[in-house]
């Protein structure tokens, strides 16, 4: 035996059952779940709280047992008895609405609490493509119908802290103010999804839920925790989806196919994108267009389609000559020059045009300069600089970078430090000037402070 299972004792006590009630409801949930050989008495639940610890499925039912008794979600965490395949869930694209609730309701909590097999969660190879074909196919669920209903005034509270968390995010980098992003959304909104609601309140709560769910997984990406980031935006794309807000659920899959490119599948990203344009074909967003032909010009130069990539900057471009700004919703509010023109720099760059690369950076740089945004400023003057090594002007793609560095050290970005490393690799080939080494030094003690 281990040592005494305080947490089940505690939750035993809380929940006012004796022992043998407790195990008479595990044999009778054990049924239910066609488990009848699973048939614990008094003195096993006695060894349980001693510090033995149950096989699984035990944890699970007791949970189980346990969420039954007071209504709301208890983890095996909870209870003393180790973490679920929370990690895994929140790759699944649930057609149950119930159960994509418990799912992005656990999946917080473990982020919250910096559990360790959330942190070591992979990033999954092309597992967008089966969430990013059920949103397409919208098939849905009916919501529960349990406790006090949800209020409009309780929807545009949350939609005002996402105004408040996005400005955080894009002036700060992802990796400031997360963790407080994924409490506010623990502690207020996930369990506004366990309640009742009219028709017309709940699109409107699934929709604030499904944007806070994406920044939360913006902010992990941003922020380097890939795996994390991925289960955040797989479970704010079925959120969206519940929401009936198609420009939504095409934003989100911008964001998965910008990761699946940025981690070496561009061909995921591609096709991302392209479904999330596909599913704009029954509404209006031209921010949320240009953004997904954008990146899909940077998949696709990736990949070394060039006329595919320079039509779909253009198309972007041209996407984003319709947007007006009172007419897009707050989500899109990144989706500006600054940012566009940062990212075809970037598509530019990978296709050897280092004359076009250099142009969208400077324009890029000069909007985020107005707007004091320093990670996107530290990216585009990196692709500034990429682009004058390809001219082989060192002593220009030495200064670019040196502003690429200062601003990198104004944000807790993992993105802009890579923007740092990656210029590190280019400058290499150009052997041991004076200025190579000097910024290698340089980039060295940012990553280490980083």
Not at 110 to 132: K, M, T
Not at 322 to 346: K, M, Q, S, T
């Amino acid at each position: 035996m281990g040592l005494p299972n305080v947490r089940l004792g505690e939750w035993l006590e809380r929940s006012g059952m004796s022992r043998g009630e407790l195990a008479r409801r595990v044999r009778a949930k054990a049924v239910e779940r066609k488990q009848p050989h699973i048939a614990p008495d008094a003195t096993g639940v006695r060894r349980w709280i001693g510090g033995e610890r149950p096989r699984r499925p035990v944890p699970e039912i007791l949970a189980g047992v346990f969420s039954d008794h007071f209504g709301y979600r208890v983890t095996t965490y909870d209870i003393g008895l180790g973490d679920s395949t929370t990690a895994d869930d929140a790759l699944v694209y649930n057609s149950s609405y119930t159960d994509t609730v418990e799912v992005v309701a656990d999946l917080g909590r473990a982020d919250v609490d910096r559990r360790s097999f959330l942190a070591a969660a992979p990033f999954a190879a092309v597992a967008g493509l089966g969430p990013s074909r059920e949103w397409l196919l919208n098939t849905l669920d009916r919501a529960p119908k349990a406790g006090p209903k949800v209020r409009l005034e309780d929807v545009g509270a949350v939609r005002n802290m996402f105004t408040t968390f996005q400005r955080m995010d894009i002036f700060q980098g992802g990796g400031s103010g997360r963790l407080m992003l994924a409490e506010y959304m623990n502690q207020h909104v996930y369990p506004l999804l366990r309640r009742a609601h009219a028709e017309g309140v709940r699109q409107a709560l699934c929709e604030a839920a499904a944007e806070q769910t994406y920044l939360l997984g913006w902010m992990a990406y941003d922020n380097g925790e890939h795996g994390t980031a991925q289960r955040y935006l797989i479970q704010s794309l079925r959120l969206a989806d519940e929401s009936k807000n198609v420009a939504l659920g095409a934003h989100v899959l911008a964001g998965m196919a910008d990761q699946a490119t940025l981690l070496g599948n561009p061909a995921e990203g591609r096709r991302l994108a392209q479904a999330g344009r596909h599913g704009l074909a029954k509404t209006t967003s031209p921010a949320c267009l240009a953004d997904l032909w954008c990146l899909e010009g940077r998949a696709l130069a990736l990949l070394g389609d060039r006329a595919g990539a320079v039509r779909a900057v253009a198309e972007s471009e041209r996407a984003y000559e319709r947007v007006r700004l009172a007419d897009e919703p707050a989500w899109a509010a990144f989706i500006d020059p600054a940012y566009l023109h940062g990212e075809h720099a970037n598509t530019l760059r990978d296709l050897g045009d280092s004359g076009g690369a250099a142009e969208h950076a400077r324009r890029s740089i000069e909007f985020a300069k107005k707007q004091k945004r320093a990670r996107r400023g530290a990216m585009s003057h990196a692709a500034l600089a990429a682009s004058h090594l390809q001219r082989r002007d060192l002593d220009s793609a030495y200064a670019a970078g040196l502003r690429t560095l200062a601003l990198t050290k104004q944000v807790k970005s993992s993105r802009a430090v890579e923007a740092v490393t990656d210029l590190q690799a280019r400058m290499r080939p150009f052997g041991r000037s004076r200025l190579v080494a000097d910024f290698d030094e340089r980039a060295r003690e940012l990553v280490a402070a980083a």
